[in-house]
């Protein structure tokens, strides 16, 4: 039994943080050192470069997800000790969902089948928060404007239910080159229910480099073409969301609800 | 300058992740290390006591949230080195938006007043999505059901417009001993929305020692009580979240947009 266990690999599915090593956990970094392979998006293994040196690495364009997924999977059940990397969380729009996919359909389970751990990491939505203020202290919704595998009226019906529940709405993959009408409809649902000087915070590469970030409202937030891509979140507030000296405040309750000086009293 | 620059204090409002250290980030460990001064809820302290030996430490009970923040703002204002630490991501309900309150109130900016961090964590919904499977592929809402500062109506809204525009919904808080009814309201919202057997998650002290999960339905979900509290987070799945094995897995998009063997073709 024991000979039969150290003989099977494992498949770790990593969340590398926003891409600089200062915000990745332990955790995440302890299975990389664990790992004799790692599979990646090209540009996240780039993020890691120093961390697996010696180890067998296959990069991938950004497309080819199913194939990363069952390279992964195909080569822990031979015994490989597997990482694959992603930036963020691998549990928020990231890869450990196609690969639970495949294994649901290859009849694995967790109990005697391969190991399959997912290493949660700081995504876009708790990094970009921590860089713009405090947006996130009120419910929220997180909403991707990626139509490459959701309809765009599923998604625009998503907005619209989260503009009329007044949510704070982290909105990933705002814009690519090909789709930039989004948040263009985005923004005219949002005003339906909003005030125009409701801020909104534009974050490109969150404590990568070329980080860059706007704290603008709804009626100026379209005057930022450059500031759109594939690495920028966008932070939409709500009513009670307060623009302070370049940053987004929400207040953590109604204010009726408590004194911010009660130890003075 | 640079003697007033070197006396000056520094506030970190620290985020320790689920209250493991493994899922810790490198800079909330490097900015405990940093600090002389740490202050925080006496259970969250207690989860990194052989972090801290030798350090000024502050415990408080549960409440005097607004406290702890003025007594931060101001011990670094004195010229401390302070981290402010909570579990999860102090950007997802947590202390830094009291702090930034406090700030804005007293007329502090970035640019050349105290320095302020937050250091974003591995929050709940992050922690929790991972243990489960992958509920977070699809767009999702997070709504805390604590009424101590939110009036109950308004979280009713927001539960019926993230069960209205199909998120799959992170129930954050989900009762108390003197809360019960609201997850009984949330799951009869649901009801008229989604099926019976909608998958629902519910995660109790996610990677601490005593953590229990269980994977039931919306129709079963009120038939452990004893899961329910304050460390405890419910997942509720959408449309298209299916269970497999005691896990919850969300596809990555819509079935027919991809083919998950694409690469046998």
């Known amino acids: 039994m024991a000979s039969e266990t ?3 690999g494992k498949l770790y599915v990593v969340g590398l943080g926003p891409g600089n090593h200062e915000h990745m956990t332990f955790r995440a970094k302890d299975v990389l050192k664990e790992a004799d392979t790692i599979i990646g998006y090209d540009t996240y293994v ?19 997800e199913v194939d ?13 000790i597997v990482c694959l990397v992603s930036s963020g969380d691998p549990g928020i729009y990231g890869m450990i969902g ?29 990094s970009c928060a921590a860089l713009v203020g405090s ?4 419910d929220f919704a997180v909403v991707s404007m990626s139509d490459l595998l959701v309809p765009w009226e599923i998604i625009l019906k998503r907005v619209e239910a989260a503009a009329a529940g007044d949510y704070v709405t982290v909105i990933y993959n705002p814009a690519s080159k090909k789709r930039i009408h989004q948040l263009k409809d985005t923004r005219e649902i949002f005003l339906k229910y909003r005030k125009p000087d409701t801020p909104v915070a534009i974050v490109k590469g969150a404590y990568r480099d ?19 891509g594939m690495i920028t979140t966008v932070i939409v507030g709500n009513s009670s969301t307060f623009s302070y000296k370049e940053m987004m405040i929400n207040p953590r309750g109604y204010a009726s609800k408590y004194q911010l000086v009660e130890n003075k009293d």
Not at 68 to 80: E, F, P
Request: charged share 25%; proline share 5%; glycine share 6%.
């Open 6 to 8: 150290s003989k099977r």
């Open 46 to 64: 780039g993020l890691i470069e120093d961390l697996i040196a010696g180890k067998e690495v296959h990069r991938y364009p950004m497309t080819q």
């Open 68 to 80: 990363r997924a069952n390279q992964a999977i195909d080569l822990a059940d031979q015994g490989r």
């Open 98 to 126: 196609l690969v639970y996919e495949i294994l649901a359909k290859r009849g694995w389970n967790r109990q005697d089948g391969l190991y399959v751990e997912c290493v949660p990491g700081v995504s876009s939505l708790n």
């Open 135 to 138: 947006p996130l202290m009120t």
């Open 210 to 228: 070329r980080q860059d970030i706007v704290v603008t409202d709804l009626s100026s937030m379209l005057n930022f073409p450059e500031m759109l």
